[in-house]
């Protein structure tokens, strides 16, 4: 099984007349996606290489059945759009859009919350999920993803996540569902949200985490870990030897103390039992370890 | 971007936020000039994005012109801990009868904004924070409700401002909270909003933190661009809008992605490697991209090798494949290129470089083989 997505998921993607919308628009569809619309305000009745465009994700909604969007729109039009594709009856909304304003993101998640609890969003600024063989919504290049499982990837960071892939595939292992949930500081969707899914999904054995520096999101998780996952985790931190980012005054130090650090994400994930490894390549081995001894 | 406290100060005026008066210069006899026109005494304060400067000599009280002139002579140019201080703050000094705490951030597990608020403010707010929490008044703020006059008044109390202090603090973090959402900050921060013997309360310093995704619709950020690097690596990449930090190490780092970035800053450093620099040139990076981020490795005189590690999601290979070959035109780059091209059109990318490889131009085929790689050629 795969988390979030499926072969019968079919996407609408807002932005399909954009440069960027258009080619991993028509190569999700290439890779097998139900891709069934675009919507561009403007453009209704035209269509983009035999997929339909529509003025409004509901006109789209209404027309093609899609409970997906995928949003690649720039950033000054993306709150909008995510908001769009909840009130036109989307349930997914997976936004790759980089360089949304903070504020704008806090906003948003919170709308998202209390107006549509029943609506997922992935992202902003993420590569997409991909549900190898099944589905793929976003920026990943389907080849390297692999069909079959049984291991599940959730990664924080766009191109660690397609490191993460390519590693396992190398290997032969494949996965079940790979969520790249983006690095913004207000992601819709988060780590523990990915690692609850995979624990109830049977035909995931296994999870592959990839975090990074800041915020204390990778602790939490370790907490959640500790406490509920069944499935062995391997984990992967990026930025031990990162140079120290924008500092964020004393406010910064209050919140996070000493978490945030590369080296706190990593004590508090092996004291929840997490395999953690130094770098990609060490954390794909210690995967297939994993799952060769399933 | 982080914002100098002078900055800091005249965007909070923007907002209405009380602050002391006082100006900004690079000239000590306009900072003479300045301290005549608000009368003195004055305070004459160092302008780097650095905690500290007080220690260091940075912060002066003059009584007349002659000591504005000795003490601004004394901390134009200082080094304080390699930032040197081009510019310095003169305002008026304040009598202060007690010092608070207030900022505002996100709350990133929460997903909601965070007030913080103090009677135990200054120099020891991360003394008080760690020893006592509970000294410090926390606000959760639903970011679609914002924070309202009656919120505000309730805080107040509950952070044990003094009474005299309570209506205008109230009044001034509303403000503040303005400033934080419409201004589009990460972080506005006052430490020490003061309480004067007379009954007012104002900033005393500034600390503000803009979010850079929202620059587009802050016109008024163009002037706060002063100064921002002292290292001409950054000034250069900064000119070509590339994401850079300058380091100390012999190999120069392109990657896409600021996770694969770091990652790959890890893995030199664990074959025994140090990076010169960080440079994330991002999703969508283009040939012209290319060009620029290899132009600014190549000014640094440390670096012995250059990493370039691509996995392509929006970033197509072939386009970084060819910028390298533009940029190989266009000039001479002196160290050895280690290429790691994978991702999105990985085999067109391959084949347009396989014509020009040589031994200054390698593909390896993984990561950590590139970094072995590049750091066997840097360390050689």
Redesign the interface.
């Known amino acids: 099984m795969s988390i979030f997505v499926d072969e019968n998921t079919k996407v609408i993607v807002q932005g399909l007349t954009g440069g960027q919308g258009r080619f991993h628009g028509l190569r999700n569809r290439d890779y097998g996606t139900k891709v069934v619309g675009g919507v561009t305000p403007g453009k209704g009745g035209t269509d983009v290489d035999g997929i339909p465009v529509f003025n409004s994700v509901k006109e789209a909604v209404d027309a093609t059945g899609a409970t997906a969007s995928f949003v690649s729109v720039p950033p000054k039009f993306a709150a909008a759009a995510i908001m769009e594709a909840a009130e036109g009856g989307i349930t997914f909304i997976v936004c790759i859009t980089e360089g949304i304003p903070a504020q704008d993101e806090a906003v948003t998640y919170n709308r998202l919350k209390q107006e549509f609890p029943n609506v997922r969003l992935l992202g902003p600024n993420c590569p997409g999920i991909i549900s190898p063989g099944k589905c793929n919504i976003g920026i990943t290049s389907g080849d390297i993803a692999l069909p079959g499982g049984p291991v599940g990837i959730v990664s924080r960071s766009g191109t660690l996540t397609y490191q993460a892939l390519h590693e396992l595939s190398q290997q032969g292992i494949g996965q079940t569902t790979c969520v790249g949930i983006g690095g913004d500081p207000v992601p819709g969707t988060n780590f523990i949200d990915c690692l609850k899914a995979f624990n109830d999904d049977p035909e995931t054995k296994a999870v592959m985490m990839i975090g990074e520096i800041g915020g204390s999101e990778e602790e939490n998780a370790a907490e959640w870990i500790k406490a509920n996952m069944t499935k062995p985790v391997v984990s992967y931190i990026a930025g031990v030897t990162a140079p120290p980012g924008r500092k964020m005054g004393h406010a910064g130090a209050i919140i996070s103390g000493s978490k945030g650090t590369a080296q706190a994400k990593m004590d508090a994930l092996r004291e929840a039992g997490v395999h953690v490894c130094q770098n990609p390549t060490e954390a794909g081995e210690k995967m297939v370890e994993i799952v060769r001894a399933l | 971007m982080?914002l100098f406290e002078y900055q800091g100060k005249q965007y909070f005026a923007r907002y209405d936020i009380p602050v002391s008066p006082g100006d900004a210069t690079d000239s000590v006899d306009e900072a003479v000039a300045i301290a005549d026109s608000i009368g003195y005494p004055v305070v004459v304060k160092a302008q780097v994005k650095v905690g500290g400067r007080g220690k260091a000599g940075g912060i002066q009280l003059a009584d007349n012109a002659e000591e504005v002139r000795k003490h601004a002579t004394n901390i134009l140019g200082m080094d304080i801990k390699g930032h040197i201080v081009h510019i310095i703050w003169i305002e008026r000094s304040s009598d202060i009868k007690k010092e608070y705490?207030a900022?505002?951030?996100?709350?990133?597990?929460n997903?909601?904004?965070?007030g913080?608020l103090s009677a135990q403010g200054g120099v020891e707010?991360?003394v008080v924070?760690e020893e006592d929490p509970t000294a410090?008044a926390l606000l959760s703020i639903?970011?679609?409700k914002g924070l309202d006059l009656p919120t505000a008044q309730q805080w107040v109390k509950d952070a044990k401002l003094d009474e005299e202090a309570q209506a205008q603090a109230a009044e001034l973090l509303i403000k503040l909270y303005r400033c934080y959402?419409e201004g589009?900050c990460?972080?506005a921060?006052i430490?020490p909003l003061i309480l004067t013997p007379q009954g007012n309360v104002h900033a005393l310093d500034a600390?503000v933190?803009l979010?850079e995704?929202?620059s587009?619709?802050h016109p008024e950020w163009e002037a706060f661009r002063v100064n921002e690097t002292e290292d001409p690596r950054e000034k250069m990449a900064k000119e070509k809008g590339l994401n850079y930090?300058g380091?100390d190490g012999t190999v120069g780092i392109i990657?896409?992605?600021?996770?694969?970035a770091?990652?790959t800053?890890?893995?030199v450093?664990?074959v025994g490697g140090t990076?010169a620099n960080?440079l994330d040139i991002?999703?969508?990076a283009n040939a012209d991209v290319m060009a620029a981020a290899l132009e600014v490795i190549n000014s640094d005189p440390k670096v012995k090798a250059i990493f370039v590690n691509i996995?392509?999601?929006?970033t197509r290979v072939d386009e970084v494949a060819k910028g390298v070959l533009g940029a190989l035109e266009k000039v001479t780059i002196n160290s050895p290129i280690v290429l790691r091209l994978?991702?999105?059109n990985?085999v067109e990318g391959r084949a347009i470089l396989l014509p020009h490889l040589n031994d200054k131009l390698i593909t390896e085929p993984?990561?950590?083989d590139a970094a072995r790689k590049a750091v066997g050629l840097a360390n050689a």
């Open positions: 982080d705490y900022s505002f951030t996100l709350d990133r597990p997903k909601k904004h965070l913080m707010i991360e924070a410090i639903d970011p679609i959402t589009d990460d972080l921060e430490n600390k933190t979010d995704n929202a587009y619709r930090i380091l990657a896409n992605g600021a996770g694969l770091m990652s800053l890890d893995v450093n664990q990076a960080f991002g999703g969508g996995f392509g999601g929006i994978d991702g999105t990985a993984t990561m950590l």
